[in-house]
């Protein structure tokens, strides 16, 4: 089993729609969970941060459920900006163990 | 902002070249990192560096060696590039430990031919 899997997608969602995403992680010590966005051909870049009580960042909500062992992203009212890969990230701890999902991409419709 | 800078957005080489990669960041950060991105695989550590010409494996470090002989430098060395070494190298940089928060820089597109 994959330390972090995500759904590769693409998801096809008209603008408006909302869109959610899980990634699931295998390791339950892990201690810290993000998101980040990466658009065609650049580089990844911190979308948020998960927090254990679930965190909210304008249209963006992310939540963790400990006990499953998941991260969600939930996109309200998506735009056709917000098309680009999702990666997920799961860190143990220590440098070495941030493990990256390999990324679930959105394509937002007009 | 943070800025992570890499010498080379697109490079092709030839199979038993020697191919350096530069990444140089603005920003103090202590810990710097070295990606390779490739569809379907995500991003997978080669070495990263938390200080001064310290250096720690990552994932896959074979093929590989790095050099931080400057905080804000940290250089990608593949001493015999191969054609499975073709892919998007990503640099990254960070503060402190434990952190999942990386700034990257625009990546650098090696092709082995």
């Known amino acids: 089993r994959k330390e972090v899997e995500q759904d590769p997608g693409p998801f096809n969602v008209p603008e408006g729609a909302t869109v959610a995403f899980n990634c699931t992680y295998s390791?339950?010590?892990?201690?810290?969970f993000f998101w980040y966005r990466q658009d065609c051909r650049k580089e990844p870049k911190l979308l948020m941060s998960v927090y254990s009580s679930g965190n909210e960042d304008g249209r963006f909500t992310a939540q963790l459920n400990r006990a499953s062992q998941y991260i969600s992203l939930l996109i309200r009212d998506s735009k056709l900006s917000d098309s680009a890969t999702y990666l997920c990230v799961v860190n143990m701890g220590s440098y070495q163990k941030v493990t990256f999902g390999t990324g679930t991409k959105l394509q937002v419709i007009p | 902002d943070v800025k992570v800078t890499q010498s080379s957005r697109y490079l092709v080489k030839r199979t038993g070249e020697k191919v350096f990669l530069e990444c140089v960041q603005d920003m103090d950060h202590e810990n710097m990192f070295w990606y390779r991105q490739d569809p379907g695989l995500g991003l997978r550590l080669i070495y990263f560096?938390?200080?001064?010409?310290?250096?720690e494996k990552g994932d896959i470090p074979e093929g590989y060696s790095v050099s931080r002989e400057k905080k804000e430098r940290f250089s990608l060395i593949l001493e015999s590039a191969s054609t499975n070494q073709t892919s998007m190298y990503l640099c990254?940089?960070?503060?402190?430990?434990?952190?999942?928060?990386?700034?990257f820089g625009e990546g650098s597109r090696l092709t082995v031919l």
């Open positions: 390791n339950s010590a892990s201690q810290s």
């Open positions: 990254a940089s960070s503060w402190g430990a434990n952190t999942g928060e990386l700034f």
């Open positions: 560096s938390y200080d001064v010409k310290m250096k």
